[in-house]
């Protein structure tokens, strides 16, 4: 339950000026983000933080760290999994930063290209894939689609260029592969994972994304409402529009082609490798915190 009270129903931000459901206020939650679904794996990541100046873990799942890497702030913070969890983390933090925000989605996927399970995807454009319930409710079932697909929206091109330039340093550029990833509203029916327990009508799903998007490279639940409000954000203190620039690396733990699961050990040599690659693409994105959040009365005032 919340411990503070709010005092807006509309904007709720409790008396102490924290966000609802991430819980963070002002100065808490740097310009640099790197946002995972794993609380577990944002602890991973944040170990190579040079020093962590705060952590908070939210009363609705949300994991906040903070710290210096390379003399600048930067912020990992754990969502949890799908689009309205993505979706409350970019509002309430876009509420507490004043200046561009700059955020790398870094999760995991299930690949439906020649990635194979340890490579990284990098995401050149994110498009939504939904289940349309009439269709289910329907008797007539005619022209209809049990599942409705959203328009792409690209990532920001500088931010993925140095995300995808350090992750072919880390891993190889063998091993990193670009593409359009399909965000899903489920992990099962709308990803095309077949069963008989629900009658999901997804039998040819995935032919179907191959079809509408020959670039289909990973299905996953984020980051196309991570590059949708990116692409239209305008910031809370009157910047200019898309005032936040986002991009998207995911490790592949599912070979959906192939049938393959990634295994623990893999996993996390993988993420480790990978975190440190992502991070050097946060602070070379933003080298500099001219015109980003000002450190008076932040957590990283006393380190700048």
């Known amino acids: 339950m919340p411990t503070e009270q709010i005092i807006s129903a509309n904007k709720p931000l409790s008396v102490n ?16 983000i790197l946002t995972v679904g794993d609380p577990q794996r944002a602890r991973v990541v944040a170990e190579f933080l040079d020093k962590i ?38 509002r309430e933090s876009r509420m507490v930063i004043k200046g561009p925000m700059s955020i790398v989605r870094f999760g995991s996927c299930g690949s439906i290209c020649q990635a194979s399970i340890g490579d990284i995807i990098v995401a050149k454009r ?60 489920s992990f099962y029916g709308s990803q095309g994972r077949l069963g008989d327990d629900f009658y999901d009508a997804n039998d040819c799903l995935l032919d179907r994304v191959h079809r509408e998007y020959d670039d289909a490279a990973a299905l996953e639940m984020e980051s196309h409402m991570l590059f949708h409000l ?3 954000s305008s910031g809370k203190f009157g910047q200019d529009p898309k005032s936040i620039r986002a991009a998207c690396a995911l490790v592949v733990f599912a070979d959906r082609t192939g049938n393959r699961f990634i295994d623990p050990e893999m996993s996390k040599r993988m993420i480790e490798i990978a975190a440190r690659a992502v991070l050097d693409a946060l602070v070379q994105d933003m080298p500099s915190q001219d015109g980003l959040h000002p450190a008076a009365g932040s957590v990283w005032e006393s380190e700048v």
């Open 230 to 232: 990116a692409s239209v």
């Open 126 to 185: 994110a498009f939504g894939i939904g289940r349309n319930f009439d269709y289910f409710d329907d008797q007539d079932k005619q022209g209809k689609e049990p599942y409705i697909f959203w328009k792409p929206v690209d990532a920001d091109e500088k931010l993925t260029a140095a995300v995808e330039n350090n992750l072919k340093k880390a891993v190889g550029t063998g091993h990193v592969f670009e593409g359009a990833v399909g965000s899903a509203d």
């Open 17 to 32: 000026g924290r966000t609802y459901h991430v819980e963070t206020r002002w100065g808490e939650v740097s310009n640099r």
């Open 53 to 90: 100046l705060f952590e908070h873990s939210s009363h609705r799942g949300f994991l906040t760290i903070t710290g210096m890497y390379k003399g600048l702030p930067v912020s990992v913070v754990a969502i949890g999994m799908g689009l309205s969890m993505m979706d409350f983390f970019v």
